[in-house]
């Protein structure tokens, strides 16, 4: 969790930047500006990755003063030492899926994935179990892993496909970043915000039980894996709308994102309809503790209405990434989670006594308007204003 939200989470959330600057750079045709924001986005999470390092060396003596068992906080501080060294690894793939994705070579990362996967698995099995390294073998397979895939990125770049728009090492890459930090933090803001979020109340969850916070966590998971079917189409709409905002086809990015409103709609039905018809027999694939089940399938049809909203903010958050307007959705994030949903779940679940429903339908509220005020300022935006946005931020770049 640490790693996640003080490096992973936060990585991916500034790199989102790349979804609006590089998209839109090669839609104008200014393909060589792919590749310097590309490494003007490196240099800077190389940078941002020093205190990081920095925090991760003393995370053991920090988590001691959190964490009620000193064993676990001791071998969390041993895997967030080793997790320091694949820190420049994570960094440059973020920024490299974003580079081929802006081509719409979306396949590129799925080969990277699909041989790095399997060798994940056996230099893990490899590290903690044949050679005897235990517990310390876990987190060096993950930085070998973390260092691999950038690495058999730039080889598909440069052998198969995406070479194009990569114009070598450049010094400018090292001036002119304003306007990439200002569209990174905010989608930071709208990655961690959410993150955070949910980690809050799965530490909530603490509160009533080992029998709830196992149940919070099927429920997490369940919810995690129904969120992977809209989160690809949402990465595709921000990156084929950015490429048609950078061509002035504004018509056509319009068309794109009804496209990926209406395709939001169906999978959010979708999500619904699996996870209300499944409610008794999902609990089953992760536990035989009766009360656990009782707990999953009295929440998961709350957590079915949840997907409509889920889905839609997801697609909405690719629609502001698409016309470079993250700034929007992370103070729309803000302001949804930590001054209503937060703040309701806390109610519901403590002083009305509603435990783990109460916490969900504080989340589900917070979707719900985080889906509803991105997708009214979607419609209201002059789209030909962000044309003229990308046009200038290209001619800056």
Not at 44 to 66: E, K, M, N, Q, T
Not at 269 to 288: A, E, G, I, K, Q
């Amino acid at each position: 969790m640490t790693a996640n939200i003080f490096c992973y989470a936060f990585f991916q959330g500034l790199a989102t930047s790349l979804d609006t600057l590089c998209a839109q750079a090669y839609g104008s045709g200014h393909k060589h500006l792919v590749g310097l924001q590309l490494q003007r986005m490196i240099y800077f999470l190389w940078l941002l990755g020093l205190p990081i390092a920095v925090l991760f060396f003393f995370a053991g003596d920090i988590l001691h003063h959190i964490v009620p068992e000193p064993e676990s906080a001791e071998l969390a501080g041993l895997y967030l030492r080793v997790a320091i060294f694949g820190i420049p690894g994570y960094a440059a793939f973020e920024g490299g899926k974003r580079f081929v994705q802006s081509q719409g070579l979306f396949s590129a990362t799925t080969w990277v994935l699909l041989v790095a996967a399997p060798i994940n698995v056996i230099v893990n099995w490899g590290l903690v179990w044949h050679f005897g390294f235990g517990f310390v073998g876990a987190p060096i397979a993950v930085v070998f892993t973390q260092t691999l895939m950038p690495i058999l990125l730039a080889l598909y770049v440069v052998f198969v496909n995406g070479s194009q728009c990569w114009g070598g090492f450049s010094r400018r890459s090292l001036t002119n970043w304003l306007p990439m930090i200002k569209l990174a933090i905010p989608g930071m803001i709208m990655v961690v915000a959410e993150w955070l979020a949910f980690e809050i109340l799965t530490l909530l969850s603490t509160q009533f039980g080992t029998s709830h916070l196992a149940a919070q966590s099927i429920l997490v998971t369940v919810t995690a894996t129904m969120f992977m079917i809209p989160f690809p189409v949402s990465i595709a709409a921000s990156t084929r709308i950015a490429n048609l905002i950078g061509a002035k086809l504004v018509n056509a990015a319009k068309t794109s994102a009804k496209v990926a409103f209406g395709a939001g709609c169906i999978i959010g039905l979708f999500n619904l309809t699996v996870l209300w018809s499944l409610r008794f027999r999902l609990p089953h694939l992760f536990t035989d503790d009766e009360e656990v089940i009782t707990l999953v399938a009295n929440v998961l049809p709350l957590c079915a209405v949840m997907q409509i909203f889920d889905v839609l903010a997801a697609i909405a958050h690719g629609l502001l990434r698409g016309i470079g307007k993250q700034s929007f959705g992370g103070y729309a994030n803000l302001a949804a989670y930590y001054v209503i949903a937060v703040p309701i779940a806390i109610l519901a679940a403590f002083v009305f006594e509603w435990k783990l429903y109460g916490l969900w339908l504080g989340t589900t509220i917070g979707l719900a308007l985080v889906a509803l005020v991105e997708y009214w300022y979607c419609y209201t935006r002059d789209w030909d204003q962000a044309v003229r946005e990308a046009e200038h931020r290209n001619t800056a770049g």
